[in-house]
Each structure stands twice: as C-alpha cells, then as structure tokens.
C-alpha cells in the first residue's frame, strides 16, 4: 500500500499511511515525537486539523475535511512536512 515520506529530512524516521486515504491516516513516528504538536495544512496554509502526536502509531482522524492535497507538519526544532491526499 503506497506510504508518503517526509520532504524535510528533519525527522526522516515520519511515514504516513495509506496515501491516499478517505477517512483516515497513520502517522508512524519514533517515540521521541510522542507528544510534539501537528498540523494539516491546505494548499493556501490554512490549519484544517491540529492534535498531538499521542503514540508511535497515532491515527489521525481525516474524515471531516475536503477531498483534496494536505500537508501533515510535525512541529519540531526543524518542522517535518509529509503531502497527502484525502480521496
């Protein structure tokens, strides 16, 4: 199943899955990210969506927002960026 990687090399250990998705994503993360902020980001820069990082493996609720391209930026000393598509 197609993953997305992240644009920055700034956590290069990011993989969000499945790419595309409908209702759903994965964010899969080394531990030392529990707990770091994200944001999903429209093609224009608005915020749609923000949560924490709650697990290794945290799912991220994405059945609210348009079909359409995002961008998922886990905030950090440097922000990691990963595009998805939600069909």
Do not use: C, W
């Not at 790419?19 to 993360?29: I, Q, T």
């Not at 608005?46 to 930026?73: D, E, F, K």
Request: aromatic fraction near 4%; avoid cysteine.
């Amino acid at each position: 199943q197609p993953s997305s990687v992240p644009e920055s090399q700034a956590e290069s250990n990011l993989l969000l899955y499945p790419n595309p998705s409908h209702d759903k994503v994965v964010l899969k993360s080394d531990v030392s990210l529990v707990g770091k902020r994200f944001r999903i980001l429209d093609t224009v820069g608005r915020t749609v969506s923000s949560g924490t990082i709650s697990s290794a493996n945290s799912s991220i609720s994405i059945s609210t927002i348009p079909n359409g391209l995002y961008l998922l930026v886990v905030e950090g000393k440097q922000d990691a960026v990963i595009r998805f598509l939600k069909d």
